[in-house]
């Protein structure tokens, strides 16, 4: 059964979240929504009915409709709600009168929107994965395969075209993205790095070719992080021009196809940043014993490694988490903001 308190919780719990990742304006939408909404209009009963976890660990039904009241900002379409919506500064009323004609004028968009979940491609993540990618190089001295679970439209696939400020470590100065997060810790191990070959899924990929893929892409990030979308289209643009895709597919059958054959002489990378969670329980463990399996195959010369930005229930962010084989050995080499704006780095062991 739907449970509207729960649902208005819900939005009250993503406003803290987004006090938390620095955008204050994402937080007053939705405690205006969590305050406000109710059944007066067709998206009003539609949320309030909700049929599932509307909570940021499950369907995460505030950023839906965030996401979709963006996309009609970013796309021309938003009439007065434009005017409402940074870089304008205007009372809660005025937000509000301008979000509640959206969801009457705007009903089927927005109805439509809601039926799938925010699809994020964090760039800034990458700062966080680097590090590990530099780590994996550095033990084992052979170029890359880099399978990605989770790509979305590939943002942080093609990570090796971005430029890094790491402590005291520069890489690719003078990228047309460049990503420094606070530091806090040792530098990573400087180690030359080659990509053999590259591959990402997604249940559903984005296409940096296609308009409206790019514009669903940046609804999702949040209306005053000014910083983020433009970063963002920076790297949709990379990927573009790259003409990087992501396969359609589930992970668990698409890591089976990539983990199938030995790569000699190759180190193979699986790694994900805020994925693994969006499998059911079920699909997580059938993955966790597929890796596990190919990594008891690996050997020094054909090695496995897995590289995870994962939540673990911490307030500080997301682990940051390593696992190589033949020796299985795993060690957290670090924390990071889920949103890659910091990130604490402790390293492996002897490095």
């Given amino acids: 059964m739907s449970d509207p308190e729960a649902v208005h919780r819900s939005f009250l719990m993503q406003a803290e979240a987004c006090d938390s990742l620095g955008s204050p304006f994402t937080a007053r939408l939705c405690r205006l929504l969590a305050e406000k909404l109710d059944d007066s209009s067709a998206v009003g009963r539609h949320i309030l009915g909700w049929q599932g976890d509307a909570t940021s660990n499950g369907d995460a039904v505030a950023l839906r409709l965030a996401g979709a009241l963006h996309a009609l900002v970013l796309g021309g379409f938003g009439g007065g709600l434009s005017a409402a919506y940074p870089p304008h500064a205007v009372t809660d009323q005025a937000l509000w009168n301008a979000v509640f004609a959206a969801l009457l004028r705007d009903e089927a968009f927005i109805l439509e929107r809601l039926k799938s979940p925010p699809q994020t491609n964090e760039v800034r993540r990458s700062a966080a994965l680097m590090p590990g990618f530099l780590t994996i190089a550095a033990l084992f001295g052979k170029p890359l395969v880099l399978s990605e679970i989770g790509a979305s439209a590939g943002l942080n696939l093609q990570w090796d075209l971005y430029g890094y400020r790491l402590g005291d470590l520069v890489w690719g100065e003078g990228a047309h993205v460049m990503l420094s997060p606070d530091w806090t810790g040792g530098a990573p191990p400087k180690a030359p790095i080659a990509i053999f070959e590259r591959g990402g899924c997604d249940l559903n990929p984005l296409d940096p070719q296609s308009f409206e893929d790019r514009q669903r892409l940046l609804s999702y990030i949040w209306a005053d992080q000014a910083d983020r979308i433009e970063r963002t289209r920076a790297a949709l643009i990379i990927a573009a021009d790259s003409g990087l895709s992501v396969e359609r597919a589930d992970a668990v059958e698409w890591l089976r196809t990539r983990l199938a054959h030995a790569q000699p002489g190759k180190a193979h ?83």
């Fill in 269 to 351: 990378v699986i790694y994900h940043s805020v994925a693994w969670q969006y499998l059911p329980a079920l699909r997580q463990a059938e993955g966790n014993a597929l890796i596990a399996a190919a990594g008891a195959r690996a050997t020094e010369d054909a090695p496995l490694t897995r590289l995870q930005m994962e939540g673990d229930g911490q307030k500080d962010g997301a682990a940051l988490t390593l696992t190589i084989w033949p020796t299985g050995e795993t060690h957290v080499v670090g924390r990071a903001d889920f949103h890659g704006r910091w990130v604490k780095w402790t390293g492996w062991p002897g490095l």
